[in-house]
Nanobody, 120 residues
């Protein structure tokens, strides 16, 4: 079955950087869309960034645009989220997700999440 395993979370000071990784396995992901979401304390889960498995187009929430970068390494079946200039409000559990059709809004598979804490 499909597995998405996130790693790379941790504690960082404001202004610092982290890179999250999501290792995907269990099927061929060609044509899939890959995304990162987050759930901040007391908030609903929200979209952060997305890209196609094949790379190319990227999409970002306004709150992270210019600071976060989503990228793919197809050889490693891994999607990354490079997070720079982190702010305390970026503190959240970050989730990797995959959808079988990029155009659809619904994600079919989710990882277990990784905690990111940004101290002020």
């Amino acid at each position: 079955q499909v597995q998405l395993v996130e790693s790379g979370g941790g504690l960082v000071q404001a202004g610092g950087s982290l890179r999250l990784s999501c290792a995907a396995s269990g099927r061929t992901f060609s044509g899939y869309g890959m995304g990162w979401f987050r759930q901040r304390p007391g908030k609903e889960r929200e979209f952060v960034a997305a890209t196609r498995w094949s790379g190319g187009s990227t999409y970002y929430a306004d709150s992270v645009k210019g600071r976060f970068t989503i990228s793919m390494d197809n050889a490693k079946n891994t999607v990354y989220l490079q997070m720079n200039s982190l702010k305390p409000e970026d503190t959240a559990v970050y989730y990797c997700a995959a959808k079988s059709t990029f155009a659809t809004l619904v994600y079919d598979y989710w990882g277990q999440g990784t905690q990111v804490t940004v101290s002020s």
